[in-house]
Structures are given as C-alpha cells and as structure tokens.
C-alpha cells in the first residue's frame, strides 16, 4: 500500500522535479544534465519576447482578479439574500461554470465576442467619421473579461462557504449598536469576509497567470507567458523553458500557499 | 397582588414599552398572537416558556429585528412599529454574545458608542469603555482580543457592550444558557445587582424557571404565541392559572380527574378509579370538566406510620440537596409523586431509603384544582 502510494507520487510529481532540475542545467540540452547553472534564469529574464509575454500575463491576472474580486463579492453577498429553489439553481450553475472544461469556455468566449463584435463593430462605422472609427477585437479585453468570468465563479464559491459559516447574529448585533446597513457592511461584515476575498484574489490571479486554454482561444494577437512557452516549445524545448516554467511553478504555489493560510487564520478568528 | 387570569393587566408603573395586539405571523405558525403588555419603566420582566412558544419573537420585534404582521409595539410612548432595529433605543445581549471576533473587547463595548452622530470625542468614549468594563467587573480587559477570554467573560462583555448605550430597554436573549451552573448563579445575581444600580428595564427571554423566578418583577408565561399568565414569581407558584403554568413554574405532583363538586373556592376531583380529593378551584371550572388537582412537593409530608387520609408508598429514589430531601415515591393508583422534605422534617421523622414503605398526607387546601389545558 506504502508502495503504490510512493507509486502514485513519483508518477505525479517526477516530471516537474525533472523541469525544475533541468532548468539549472549548465548545457543547452534537455536531456543530459552537464552540470549546474543560472544562466538559463538570465537568459530567460533578458528575452524582450519573454519580458513581454510576462507583464501581459501579469496585467491580465492583476485586472481580471480585481474584476473577479469584486463583482464576485457582490454576487456571493446578493446571493446570501436569495432562499429556497432559486438558491439552489444559482448554486449549482456556479458549480458547474467551475466544472466546464477549459477548452469549451474558450471556445464559447470566442464566438460569443466575435458575434458581439460583428455587431457592434458596425455600429461604431456607421456613427464615428470615416476611416476613424474604432474596432473592437480580441486582445486585453476579451483576455481580461474570459479569466474574470471564470474566477469569479472561484470567488463566489470561496465566500459563499465563508459566508455560510459567519455568525448572521453578528450582523444583528452590529444593527443592534445603531449602525445602519452599510456602516454594519463597512464595519462587520468586510473586515469578516475580508479573507476570503483575498483568498479569492490571490486564486483569480493564479488561475489566469497560468492558463493556456482559455487564453488561447480569446488572445488575439497578444501573447501571454503560457502562450510564448507553447509556441516556442515547437521550436524545440531549452532549458530556458524550463526556467520559465519553474519561476511560474513557484511564483503559483508561493500564491496559493499564502492563499490557504489566509483562509485558515481566518476561518479560526471568524468561530470565535 | 395581581388578578392571576388577565393578560392584559395594567404594568404597576408607567409604561416604558408596550405591545397592543402584536401579531406575528411565519406562513402558517403564529409565533406571536395578539400580544398585549405593557413593560413598566425599571421592571424587570421575564418570558419565559418552551423553544417555540414564541418568547423570542416578542424580543426580537421589541428590537427591531421582525415587524408584527398586524399591531403595534410602543417605545417610551412612541409608535416603533416599523422603525428598524439601527433606530430604536434598545441593546440586545445575544444568546451567543455575537461578540465582533475582528474587535478589542474595548473596541467591542465602544461600538455603539462609535456609531452615534456626531461621533462623541475618543477620551469620552474612552471613559465610558472603562466605567462599563468596572461594572462588569473587567477592568484592564479592554485590549484583549475575543477569543481570550472565557465564557463567563464574554458574557460580561456582551452585557458591557449593550448597557454602556444607556438604552431604555435591555434584551436579553437567554443569556446564561451557555454558562455552567456555577456561574449562572453568579452571573444571575449581577444581572439584578446592575439592573437596580442602572434603573434600566430588563426583558429577559429563557426557558428556565429558575432563571425567570430568581430575578423577575414579573413573568410572563407564554405557549403557542400567547401570554397565558402574567404576574410576580409568587404568585405565579402560589396561584397557576392551568396545569401548564403550574407544571412550568416549580415543581409539582398532578392527579388527573374529573369536577365533581364545587361550592365558592372549594371543589373536589375524582379521578377515572373513583378516588376523591378535595382542594381549592382555581378560577371557575364546572362540574364534570376534566382538572388536574396539583401538590407541589414540598406540601406533602412523608411518614413512616400512617395518619388520617393518609396514602400508602413505596419510596423509590432519594436524592439530598442539602437543605431539602427529596423523595420520589410511588403509590399504586396515583403514580409517581415528588416529595420534598425539609431536613428538621426528616430529623425528626427518620429518613427513608429506597424500598421503604410510607404514607403520604397532604392538608386538602393545599391542593389547586387547575384546568388541563
């Protein structure tokens, strides 16, 4: 039983250690180590094309966690309010947004902004001046809009169980002490939440720095780091790659261990 | 004393809260029906009943949390029907504290204080932290967080919080029920040192007895949405209305039968094998209605040898309580009976282990005849 379970985890996690160990490899092979090295780190770093790729990724997760932040608190909140089968349906059609593979949000994110923008897009023609008129087309936009409506399904689920496990009491007791609805928002309930939110956030942005499906389909002519990896991997893999990969891999798990804690310190303040 | 029936009596001093036929109604239940009271300025007015008798509604709608469906709830001579909980005067101490976990405990207490506008200046606030936490007997507790502190203390700091507002109405929603026993008598004891000090009114929620009965001015009993009596814990025990009063007020022995005679305040029972037990009628109850007649355990004395009219047992349990000890016999039509004997009593007469033999007596007009319902 020991065994198969050692089994289990070299199977799972053997071929990161190996793109983890490669990427500090002194020779440009990735397949026979000749020693150890940074360089691939440095040259990963100075690559205008990889520079590039990363600070579109970065402000494309920055912006869509916010959005998603956001807008999903407000969700999981006004949901909170809603009782019995409506409840239920928005429950279950939140879990399920989470469920749908990857590549069908890509795709039905693409259609469904290709439809938009063969709408508007004449219409814009049609009331700016001639050969002035702006185009909307695939780039930061729909990259943004695509992450941020998938995290915020993340979101909603992570505040929707913190939610369910606060005390409402809590919320009385502050209309109790005088404080009107917002001020009992402002000064209760956020600070209470306020974890999971940035749980939420820090998930958001994880999720969209590292995604290549969704992104894929919705980037237009942007690339980001997920996207330069895989189209420079057809060009045969260098260490380099694999240094990318593994800052990616650390900067993610960095993200999701801070995300965990929080949640945890929080769920213990928020029972006492 | 007060007439024992009415619901609707009169407060014994003018009125500092009142509900006239508030009515509130879940889809079908009605956990508040009708419910007309008047809570006297410094009273300290309990209800009490089961879970689901509608207690907490009246608190929550004297707080602003529910609105009745139909009637009205009066604050200080002002109509607060709809007016919501952030307006109204009145502080709540939670059943479970719902203390702010993210909150100092001097920041907890200070909270309502913060909310007022214009906001009061910070050493004034400041100050009346440190008077409240003094009352409570907390000083220098102030910067601790929530979730160092014990229950007992928490307790003392969700009171701190509601009574440094000064609000014409504290609630109390079952406040002791998470507190050991030790500890609630302590706490009960403070709850009516600081009501007295403070000359707030008190509303207390519990389904405890002993809890309405030890700091009450006044209780109110309720079942199903309804006060069924009201009056001071005396004469409560002295003078139920029904069974169901009787049976949630003390402790006591019920032998079910049926009216068969009554003349002015006496009356008999006779139960479904023909014994006959006189005592006196609560209320008018007409021949050939079903009634209960209650003994409470302490009217009724245990003898090793037996006297006039006196009633043959077997002692089945004994438990001492110091003071009092108390038996539980059983007779062979009457059932179970609770006998609780005084210890001079006892000295006198010898105690009785479980197995003995005895005779129960009772002097007939300690009996209350009550209705069933």
């Known amino acids: 039983m020991r065994l198969y379970a050692l089994a289990v985890y070299l199977f799972l996690y053997l071929p990161i250690a190996v793109i983890a160990l490669f990427s500090f490899n002194a020779g440009r092979h990735a397949s026979q180590f000749t020693g150890f090295s940074v360089q691939w780190y440095g040259k990963a770093l100075s690559n205008p094309f990889v520079m590039e790729a990363l600070w579109t990724s970065f402000v494309v997760a920055l912006s869509s966690a916010l959005i998603a932040s956001v807008f999903g608190t407000m969700a999981a909140l006004a949901l909170q309010g809603v009782r019995g089968r409506v409840r239920a349906v928005a429950d279950a059609l939140i879990y399920v947004a989470v469920m749908v593979p990857g590549i069908v949000i890509g795709i039905a994110t693409l259609i469904a902004l290709v439809t938009l923008f063969g709408w508007i897009n004449p219409l814009l023609a049609r009331l700016a001046p001639e050969g002035q008129a702006p185009q909307l087309s695939m780039g930061y936009g729909s990259l943004i809009a695509a992450h941020a409506l998938f995290s915020m399904a993340l979101v909603i689920i992570i505040l929707r169980a913190r939610l369910a496990g606060m005390d409402r009491s809590l919320m009385e007791a502050s209309a109790d002490l005088y404080a009107p609805p917002f001020a009992t928002f402002r000064q209760v309930t956020l600070p209470l939440i306020f974890p999971g939110i940035l749980a939420g956030f820090l998930l958001s942005f994880t999720f969209s720095f590292d995604d290549f499906i969704i992104a894929f389909f919705v980037a237009g002519s942007e690339t980001t780091l997920p996207i330069y990896v895989f189209s420079s991997i057809r060009r045969g893999v260098t260490p380099e790659i694999n240094a990318i990969g593994t800052m990616v891999l650390a900067v993610s798990l960095l993200l999701l261990v801070a995300a965990q804690i929080i949640l945890r310190s929080g769920a213990r303040r928020g029972e006492s | ?373």
């Not at chain 2, 309502?112 to 008077?131: F, H, I, S």
């Not at chain 2, 389904?207 to 109110?220: G, K, N």
């Not at chain 2, 049926?258 to 009356?267: L, P």
């Not at chain 2, 033999?357 to 300690?366: D, L, Q």
């Open chain 2, 1 to 373: 004393m007060q007439s024992p029936s009415a619901n609707t009596e009169t407060a014994p001093r003018p009125l500092i809260a009142e509900f006239r036929a508030a009515t509130r109604r879940y889809g079908d239940v009605l956990a508040a029906d009708a419910l007309s009271i008047g809570i006297g300025r410094g009273e300290f007015l309990s209800f009490l009943g089961p879970s689901g008798c509608g207690k907490t509604t009246a608190l929550r709608m004297l707080a602003g949390f529910e609105t009745p469906t139909s009637g009205e709830v009066y604050l200080d001579g002002e109509r607060v029907t709809e007016v919501p909980a952030y307006r109204r005067p009145v502080n709540m101490v939670f059943q479970h504290y719902a203390l702010f976990p993210h909150l100092s405990v001097a920041d907890n207490i200070s909270y309502g204080l913060r909310q007022r506008r214009p906001r009061p200046d910070r050493a004034e606030v400041a100050q009346k932290v440190d008077r409240a936490l003094a009352m409570v007997r907390l000083s220098g507790f102030g910067p601790r967080r929530i979730w160092e502190m014990s229950g007992g203390q928490q307790q003392r700091v969700a009171l701190a919080r509601a009574i440094v507002n000064e609000p014409k109405l504290l609630l109390l929603d079952e406040p002791l029920a998470a507190l050991d026993r030790k500890l609630r008598r302590e706490m009960q004891i403070e709850l009516q040192t600081l009501q007295r000090q403070l000359g707030i009114t008190f509303v207390l929620v519990t389904h405890d007895q002993e809890e309405a009965l030890s700091m009450s001015d006044r209780i109110c009993i309720m079942r199903g949405g309804r006060i069924v009596q009201s009056g001071s814990p005396n004469a409560l025990y002295d003078q139920p209305v029904s069974r169901y009063v009787a049976d949630f007020v003390g402790k006591s022995n019920f032998i079910d039968g049926i009216v068969t005679a009554q003349s002015g305040k006496d009356g008999q029972v006779e139960t479904a094998l023909g014994q006959r037990f006189a005592g006196r009628l609560s209320g008018s109850l007409e021949q050939g209605t079903k009634a209960s007649l209650s003994i409470r355990p302490e009217q009724i004395g245990l003898t090793h040898a037996p006297r006039g009219g006196a009633e043959p047992v077997s002692v089945i349990n004994r438990i001492f309580l110091g003071e009092h000890t108390e038996y539980l016999v059983r007779h062979a039509t009457l059932g179970d009976l609770l006998v609780l004997v005084a210890r001079q009593a006892e000295a006198s007469e010898g105690g009785f282990a479980p197995g003995d033999a005895g005779f129960i007596s009772w002097a007939p007009e300690t009996g209350l005849i009550l209705g069933q319902d």
